[in-house]
């Protein structure tokens, strides 16, 4: 079966489903598990190096991270020269790199990593330097030239265009020119959850950013994490939310650091070291390699977790893995101990007399019948892999629960169901609308057509990632080239911005390739 769930999410009214699979990824066969690496902005800023480079590669190797699964030495800004040069090209500063960026990039893969670089979607970088906006093609082809394997993007000096559809096309436009290139780079958007990119990135980017910059201290890494935390239904192999660089090593306590790396491996999220790798303490690189942590991270069902429950600063998150055990964290954000119990059927394991808990940081085994709990430090967790039984579908926050849709037969004759939710009928002058239509079925979609009514006075001005006929009373939205194949458990994300003369009405009847979706 097909089921197809929708979300559309506007300036007013937003009709939103959770989605019962991951995102439909960008399809450049990259970043298939969260990007694991490290960036130089968090420690260094504008002090980065050749030099710098080069010695965390080294550490990276030495220190037994390589073989963890860190690859990606990214540069972040201030690697280049204030102007173009001649033919508009952008200069490395060779002052900082002697022997160019191709010249560092040699030696970083030479031990096996990957390099990474930095650059704006604007005029100008964050520190005033030479922004793409407007070079793509050429930065493009200059990184590709490099031997650059990773682009972190950024949003400064956007020169006003800050519309949803503007970001979408700024970043679309550097996609576009990656692509041209051949080479494989990952493509990181920087553009702070500015325009909700959770809800159109997959098409374009591996992985967004989800929030603004983070800082070393624990009320900064919860304010991020209570963000991204909400955004699962949202990300999947190839197509990650980015809760911004890690801090462990960098001010917070060691809770603290095994705090911020558990929750950022439960939500799948790119673990990208901000420390000063060269001089960090054994505790820090201990934390940093945790084997069992990371291959929760980086586990190939690609599910980022989610909470199941949340009260009064305690908080229980459950992630399905691949072989069917599942990693849950019991995190509590408040300052002293606290017990927070929760229980097997409740993390979506059932079938089973007894459960096997592995705890990932002390590595000790125990059993139980169904109740996990533990005694949790002030700004701790406990995490643990609960294995036995079988596992139930993404469990439901709870209070929360999420029907199956029925399944019904499309005009093709492929069984499709699909369901809208949420629907609330206020708006002021205009909206912006993203629908995500996700294919959880076991067959794919080769081409896609969702029509839906618009209320009588509501005209679409411009739409993205999809072709609006016509633009107003009964619309349907049909697949663009890049986007029209929906493989099992994939998803792709359209849009439009749409005007209204005295109708604040929701858009309704949705149905894809002729087979109505129920709104719940």
Partial sequence: MIAVLLL???????VGARTAGPAYALGNGLALTPPMGWNDWNSYGCSVSDSLIRQTA???VSSGLAAAGYQYVNIDDCWMQHSRDSSGNLQPDFAKFPSGISGVAAYVHSKGLKLGIYEDAGTATCAGYPGSLGHEAQDAR????????YLKYDNCNNAGQTSQQ?????YTAMRDALAATGRPIVFSICEWGSSSPWTWGANVGNLWRTTGDISASFSSMLSIYRRNVTLAQYAGPGAWNDPDMLEVGRGMSTEEDRTEFSLWAEMAAPLLAGNNLVTASATTLSILGNKAVIAVDQDALGKQGREVSSSGGLHVLTKPLSNGDASVVLFNENSGAATISTTAAAVGKTGSATYTLNDLWTGAVSSTTGTISASVPGHGV?????????SSPSPSPSGSASPSP???SSGSGVPVACRVSDVISKWDTG????ITITNSGSATVSGWSLAFTLPSGQTISNGWNATYSPSSGQVTATNVSYNGTLPPGGSTTIGFQATHTGNAAAPAAFALNGAPCAVS
Avoid: C, E
Avoid at 142 to 149: E, N, Q, R, Y
Avoid at 431 to 434: G, P, Q, S, V
């Fill in 8 to 14: 559309v999410a506007v300036g007013g009214w937003w």
């Fill in 58 to 60: 080294d550490k990276f």
């Fill in 142 to 149: 200059l990184f590709a030239s490099w031997g650059v394997d």
């Fill in 166 to 170: 503007q970001y979408i096309a700024r």
């Fill in 382 to 390: 406990v995490m643990y892999r609960v294995s036995g039984g079988s």
């Fill in 406 to 408: 029925s399944p019904s």
């Fill in 431 to 434: 909206l912006t609308a993203n």
